[in-house]
């Protein structure tokens, strides 16, 4: 098969299972925790506003709502998840399938923080860096976290893909 699909079929399957371990990760800390889930209709919303022109709310949650917004979030979501696995894998290649590290995964996990502090967060209200939230300090830490599990993640799949290829 041809690396370049080898390489986009990889990608695929270890951002989808990266994402699905930061969305266990996010039931276990709503059940453990007592922490809402991440609502995804409003990335939904958010994105689907974007068709219009308007990149940026004062509350996302006060814009009017979209048709289908939580599927748009859901899926955006997964491919954003898929995007950034697409990144490790630009960075180390496909090498790294072949005996995955968690150095790598995390730094890459960690790294994507940015993408919500810098873009989606102040694109949907809350500022740079959750900097109009009530509590600043603990949504950037639960970020981090969450990226972070998404970067341990990243290695998990990255296994499964390891696995897969070795059948």
Known sequence: MDSLLIALITGIGVGMGATVVMDLWSIAR????GMAPPN????GRW????????????SIVASPPIR???LIGWVIHYLIGISFAGILLSIWGLRWIQEP???PALM???ATVAAPFLIMQPGMGAGFAASRTPHPASARLHSIINHAVFGVGLYVAGWGAH?????
């Open 163 to 167: 696995w897969l290829s070795s059948l």
């Open 101 to 103: 590290t968690l150095m």
């Open 40 to 43: 995804y209709a409003l990335v």
């Open 108 to 110: 890459v996990g960690i």
């Open 30 to 33: 709503s059940a453990l925790l």
């Open 47 to 58: 994105i689907a506003h974007m068709k219009t022109g308007r990149f940026r709310h004062d």
């Open 68 to 70: 289908h917004e939580r």
